[in-house]
């Protein structure tokens, strides 16, 4: 469940459920607020709402680990929502779906891009007003968790050392949620494809042009996914050293192979006198060009692959393995990949593409520079000051 299946007019309503079902009491436990969690939780906790998923993540100290995990069988058994927990959901979710489609403009880049490749170019006025969740009443709301919120839709993903807790981690997890209704999954959202396309949009606040080139990725299920995966990390790295970071941009590229595995989106620098998409492709095309002249050694590969194996279901590096013992954000990260993996394939499909990408011995971006090259594959989007009009 995700943005993709929010309603017609109905923008942030996936977020909005979210939220409730998250602050929401719970058999025996009390509704919490976003301020409490501060106290209840101080290792970490998370809602968040991307266009194909929602993932509710609580991070605890081993002592809580029972309780924890209690309340997350007694939320996903019914929460009740209350007016109280709705308001608060709702000012949440408004205040996010601002930041994310208005107040930063590197956030409405990446928020926005798959939407112009859809069609969709006002999306991020209607997000950004936060209207779609303003008129949501409570009884539609708890009947739209009590519908959603099931274990057919859900994966249970515990990350932890719990080898001294005593606990028998199987009969624990069977007791407390193998007694509640499966319910029904929900339906897929439909399957828009993305267009490439070249557009133009006008910001009030900027002061110069600020861009982006996203880059449609081949199917995850394409065997050749894995070849295109590492050397699309290796691209990014040389990418951003090129173009460094700034206060617009800080993160100059991005991909994400769980949440958004359609779309790499690459954040090439333009220049005030910059009035189309035409200079952040030039850019971008110079950027690669340069790059796949140069060479990644045996090492290079080696270090970058060890370090992303984990997400596919391989083993820790050393690295990973200390920062485990003492970084909660670690655990967090180990949890919701593996969740992500369950949803999206499971374990024998992610386990042959670990794999396929064991098997890359040498890098081979030459392969690919037609394909990154190609505007056959790209959504070239600027963003220009209002007096550029």
Known sequence: MGADQDPKNREGWTALLANVDFLSAAG?????????????????WRVE?????????????????????????????????????????????????????????????????????????????????????????????????????VPANAVLSLAGDLSGSGIDL?????????????????????DLPLRPGRYVAYRPDLKVPVGVVGLIAPALSDTTHPSFYLNTLIAGAALTGRWGRSDLIPSPFQYSL?????????????TPADVDSGRIHEEYQDGLQEFSKSTITADDLRRLRESMMWMLGGPLDSELRRRAATDPGVLAAISTTSAMR????????????????????????????????GQ????????????LR
């Open 28 to 44: 025996e436990f009390p509704e919490r607020t976003i301020d409490a969690l501060a106290a209840s939780r101080p290792l970490g």
């Open 49 to 149: 709402v991307g266009d194909r998923y929602t993932r509710l993540t609580e991070v605890g100290f081993p002592s809580q680990f029972p309780g924890v995990l209690h309340q997350m069988a007694q939320r996903l058994r019914a929460v009740t929502p209350s007016a109280k927990v709705l308001a608060a959901a709702r000012l949440a979710v408004q205040s996010q779906l601002a930041e994310n489609y208005r107040d930063h403009v590197s956030f409405e880049l990446h928020y926005v891009v798959p939407g112009f490749a859809v069609g969709d170019t006002g999306a991020a006025r209607r997000y950004a007003g936060g209207k779609g969740v303003a008129a949501a009443d409570l009884p539609e709301v708890a009947a739209a968790i009590q519908s959603g919120y």
């Open 170 to 190: 199987h009969r624990v997890i069977t007791n407390e949620f193998g007694s509640i209704p499966a319910g029904a999954p929900a339906p897929a959202a439909p």
């Open 258 to 270: 769980f949440d958004d595995p359609a779309l790499v989106r690459f954040y090439p620098p333009v």
């Open 342 to 373: 369950a949803l999206w394939g499971g374990e024998a499909f992610w386990s042959n593409y670990l794999a396929r990408v064991s098997a890359i011995d040498h890098a081979a971006f030459s392969r690919w520079l037609a394909y990154f090259k």
């Open 376 to 387: 056959d594959h790209q959504i070239q989007l600027i963003f220009l000051p209002e007096f």
